[in-house]
Nanobody, 126 residues
Framework: QVQLVESRGGLVQTGGSLRLSCAAS????????MGWFRQAQGKEREFVAS????????????SYADSVKGRFTISRDNTKNTVYLQMNSLKPEDTAVYYC???????????????WGQGTQVTVSS
């Protein structure tokens, strides 16, 4: 079992920055693929970014949704069992509840993630 605890989100102005973190329990964090998703009110949960274990050592593959490329950065610190999402140049359309998720394999879809955090609200004011 893996438990995920996200940091508090917040309210930020358009163009501002915010960093989310997600702390994971478990002793094999380095072998988990980690992802960030978000769900805006009235919409389906959507992929934001992922950092997937390659299956070898500490090699990872990073992916982003087109809507956040160049603005968001996902990273991880295996010594702290934590994954981060640095969000820059925020826009009102980034407003959503953000969730981190973990998978013990290379996930292809949202359903491949086995563990989810509780979600944290990010609101970007115009």
């Amino acid at each position: 079992q893996v438990q995920l605890v996200e940091s508090r989100g917040g309210l930020v102005q358009t163009g501002g920055s915010l960093r989310l973190s997600c702390a994971a329990s478990g002793r094999t964090f380095s072998r988990y693929s980690m992802g960030w998703f978000r769900q805006a009110q009235g919409k389906e949960r959507e992929f934001v970014a992922s950092i997937n274990w390659s299956g070898v050592g500490t090699s990872y593959t990073v992916s982003y949704a087109d809507s956040v490329k160049g603005r968001f950065t996902i990273s991880r610190d295996n010594t702290k069992n934590t994954v981060y999402l640095q969000m820059n140049s925020l826009k009102p359309e980034d407003t959503a509840v953000y969730y981190c998720a973990a998978s013990d394999r290379v996930p292809s879809t949202r359903r491949d993630y086995d563990y989810w955090g509780q979600g944290t609200q990010v609101t970007v004011s115009s």
